[in-house]
């Protein structure tokens, strides 16, 4: 468990700086395009398929990035379980991950955002007002969702194992 642990959390700093740096480049570029069409309703469109589209993009660029490499001071290594690691096997990978992770995500901020008001008048605090702090669930929700993702993942047993965690000495 502990291996398990240190890989996903090398794959998850590097997704989380790599998603940040993708949001705040196309946030750049959405404020310089908002000055030339003000179309707010276009303009949160291209938000949000900008940002899924970011957040998968970052995933699969880090996920191909530490499979089949040494993790820093550790002997770990996380590779597919194919003898020859095509790009196929790791694309394969990824969106095993990839599809739980949004599942596990979705399904936290949900449930999490419906217990915020519950959890804000069992404080005594107006569970409305409470409602304005739902934006930060989004990004709490991805904490566990992807160790459960990535978890799940290497649980696979058999022919249905895609990863697997390996030592080198």
Same mark, same amino acid.
């Given at each position: 468990?502990l291996d398990?642990?240190?890989?996903?959390?090398? +794959?998850?700093? /590097?997704?989380?700086i @790599?998603f =940040?740096l993708?949001?705040?480049g196309g946030?750049i570029?959405?404020?310089? +395009?908002?000055a030339?069409?003000?179309?707010a309703?276009f303009?949160?469109l291209?938000t949000?398929?900008?940002? #899924? =589209?970011?957040?998968?993009i970052? #995933?699969l =660029?880090?996920?191909?990035y530490i499979?089949?490499k040494?993790? %820093?001071?550790?002997?770990?290594?996380l590779?597919t379980v194919?003898?020859?690691?095509t790009l196929?096997a %790791? !694309?394969?990978?990824?969106?095993?991950y990839?599809?739980?992770? @949004?599942? +596990?995500?979705?399904?936290i901020a949900?449930?999490?955002g419906?217990? !915020?008001?519950l959890?804000a008048?069992w404080?005594?605090?107006?569970?409305?007002?409470?409602?304005k702090?739902s %934006?930060?669930?989004?990004n709490?929700s991805?904490?566990?969702?992807?160790?459960l993702a +990535?978890w799940?993942?290497l649980? /696979?047993?058999?022919?249905?194992? @895609? @990863?697997?965690?390996?030592?080198?000495?």
């Amino acid at each position: 468990m502990l291996d398990l642990l240190r890989v996903w959390w090398s +794959f998850f700093w /590097r997704y989380s700086i @790599l998603f =940040i740096l993708f949001l705040l480049g196309g946030g750049i570029i959405l404020n310089a +395009f908002a000055a030339i069409w003000p179309d707010a309703k276009f303009l949160f469109l291209i938000t949000l398929c900008y940002s #899924s =589209i970011a957040n998968a993009i970052a #995933s699969l =660029i880090v996920l191909l990035y530490i499979l089949n490499k040494h993790l %820093k001071n550790s002997p770990l290594i996380l590779s597919t379980v194919s003898v020859e690691p095509t790009l196929k096997a %790791k !694309l394969w990978s990824w969106f095993h991950y990839y599809w739980r992770f @949004l599942l +596990f995500s979705l399904g936290i901020a949900i449930l999490l955002g419906g217990l !915020l008001p519950l959890i804000a008048q069992w404080f005594g605090q107006d569970p409305i007002s409470s409602l304005k702090y739902s %934006k930060y669930i989004g990004n709490i929700s991805m904490l566990p969702a992807s160790w459960l993702a +990535f978890w799940l993942l290497l649980q /696979r047993k058999g022919k249905k194992q @895609l @990863l697997r965690i390996s030592t080198c000495v």
